[in-house]
């Protein structure tokens, strides 16, 4: 079982990038899955999450109309289009799967990817 992530870098504030998240081992359809992201001292904290058929969209305010997740289950990816990108997005992003539908609490999260940096600086 493995969530891969990638598409992580440095960009400029205002910039745009995007997050991959790849499955393999387990049937993502039946999977929700969160966003994640920490940045250095502080805590994780949830940023987005999509159910499992992509109907259902959870976003946390602070970015709310500059991230855009969307998922294929047939292609087993998952994608984080992060627009209008501030430099307090600076973090570590995870993504993670759970069966029940996006739960705020990470620890409910049954599967983790391994992160991917991003960093937004002029």
């Known amino acids: 079982v493995q969530l891969q992530a990638s598409g992580g870098g440095l960009v400029h504030p205002g910039g745009s990038l995007r997050l991959s998240c790849a499955a393999s081992?387990?049937?993502?359809?039946?999977?929700?899955i969160g966003w994640f992201r920490q940045a250095p001292g502080k805590e994780r904290e949830g940023v987005s999450c999509?159910?499992?058929?992509?109907?259902?969209?959870y976003y946390a305010d602070s970015v709310k109309g500059r991230f855009t997740f969307s998922r294929d289950n047939a292609k087993k990816m998952v994608y984080l289009q992060m627009n209008s990108l501030k430099s307090e997005d600076t973090a570590v992003y995870y993504c993670?799967?759970?069966?029940?539908?996006?739960?705020?609490?990470?620890?409910?999260?049954?599967?983790w990817g391994q992160g991917t940096q991003v960093t937004v600086s002029s």
């Open positions: 993670a799967a759970v069966t029940t539908l996006c739960p705020s609490n990470p620890s409910e999260y049954t599967y």
């Open positions: 999509i159910s499992s058929t992509g109907i259902r969209k």
């Open positions: 081992g387990f049937t993502l359809d039946y999977y929700a």
